[in-house]
């Protein structure tokens, strides 16, 4: 998955674009930059890309998160629901604007489970979180419903599984808003950034004064500025934003690639008896940045996991019983440890996730292995991973 693997002359010479100027702010300083908008560059190229009227970047993903659902005018109390698999960032995004994650089962496409999603709203439900999870997509259709029938918003995290697509439509633009990280391990990297995506207009307007201290970003004199409302700074650099250019760029090729070792992987494993392949829901098409599949039980894939492991076929994660995106290792948020209070609004509304049942979660990530792709790998070594992985697979 990760864009570095693939860090070169395009994104050498973009760099450099803006060290020859010495303007590495997004906003101002016209005269001394000689032409050079690296963010707003990078801006053009999602929107085109993702097939929406309006992009925003921002420093990272979680901040790209933050200020959708504060674009979107969501606050203190309100409800955000999100997936027990995911993330840290998902809830920390939504802690940080006083609203209330309100974690819900998934099912075997790894992502947030419709019917699971439907019972958890309240009255003060305002949001469905969807993560489209190591390179797969949320059933956005039937999410789509569920929104429209109780007046929700739709707020993808695409973080993990930009490229992919749902219905011929670019995953993160389906939703009333979508998200994206250029963190370091993302498909396409920016060292640190994010993007957030809608084409609705007030989000966008909202975005951007939310990000740069509720600056309007009329005229062009930046201290004379006004501040219809507070904000706060979520600015990306030129530097990491020309990055992205040509990261951006290079996006369809990386995709490229990724498909063409998963399909290597993939193809291989089909003949693996008790071994089940991820569900995708219908009319998805993966970004190929993960290849997932469930064992027979818990102890088989621990065992697996294990053999895989120690047959040297590493990146293989068993996230049932990973510290940072499953609910079962999250007890600085299940027993509310943080550094300063909480608002009252998260203390008296956070449910107690430690007495919550989330064995249909369980049931499905217990017995999941999750297996990264490179992009840097030849198709030779894809191709011997694969027979190492039928053969250890096929031994369990
Ligand atoms: C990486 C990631 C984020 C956060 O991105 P950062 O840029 O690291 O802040 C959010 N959600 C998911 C699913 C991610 O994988």
Redesign the pocket.
């Known amino acids: 998955m990760p864009g570095f693997e693939l860090f070169g002359d395009l994104e050498k010479k973009q760099v450099q674009d803006v060290l020859d100027n010495g303007v590495l702010m997004r906003y101002g300083f016209d005269a001394m930059r000689n032409n050079h908008w690296k963010a707003l560059e990078l801006e053009k190229a999602i929107g085109e890309r993702m097939q929406s009227t309006y992009v925003h970047t921002v420093s990272?993903?979680?901040?790209a998160?933050t200020v959708a659902l504060a674009s979107a005018g969501i606050g203190a109390g309100d409800e955000v629901i999100m997936p027990t698999f995911?993330?840290v960032?998902?809830f920390e995004s939504i802690l940080a604007i006083g609203a209330i994650p309100i974690l819900v089962d998934i099912d075997d496409t790894l992502t947030l489970k419709p019917e699971a999603v439907e019972k958890a709203i309240t009255e003060k439900t305002k949001v469905v979180m969807p993560?489209h999870?190591c390179g797969s997509m949320a059933n956005l259709s039937a999410l789509k419903t569920i929104c429209k029938k109780h007046n929700l918003l739709l707020l993808e995290?695409a973080?993990?599984a930009i490229g992919g697509s749902y219905q011929g439509k670019p995953l993160g633009s389906i939703g009333d808003l979508g998200?994206f990280?250029?963190?370091y391990v993302?498909t396409i990297t920016c060292g640190?950034?994010?993007a957030l995506i809608t084409n609705e207009k007030t989000y966008y307007e909202n975005a951007h004064m939310y990000a740069d201290h509720g600056h309007d970003h009329i005229g062009n004199n930046r201290g004379a500025e006004a501040h219809p409302f507070l904000g706060y700074n979520f600015r990306i650099s030129e530097l990491n934003a020309a990055v992205g250019c040509a990261q951006i760029e290079r996006l369809d090729e990386f995709l490229a690639i990724q498909e063409r070792n998963y399909t290597i992987l993939r193809n291989a494993l089909e003949a693996v008896t008790n071994l089940q392949f991820r569900t995708v829901p219908e009319g998805g098409v993966e970004n190929y940045s993960f290849l997932n599949f469930f064992l027979k039980d818990e102890e088989t894939a621990r065992i697996g996991h294990q053999a895989l492991s120690n047959a040297g076929i590493d990146a293989c994660f068993y996230w049932f019983d990973n510290n940072w995106h499953y609910y079962r290792k999250w007890e600085h948020l299940t027993s509310k440890i943080s550094l300063g209070k909480l608002p009252k609004e998260v203390l008296e509304q956070l449910p107690d996730y430690n007495t919550s049942d989330f064995s249909v979660s369980d049931h499905w990530m217990g017995r999941n292995i999750s297996c990264l792709i490179k992009i840097g790998w030849t198709e030779e070594e894809v191709q011997q991973r694969a027979q190492k992985m039928k053969t250890v697979l096929s031994n369990l």
């Open positions: 990272s993903g979680t901040a998160l995911t993330f960032a998902s993560v999870m995290d973080c993990q998200c990280s250029f963190d993302k640190e950034g994010g």
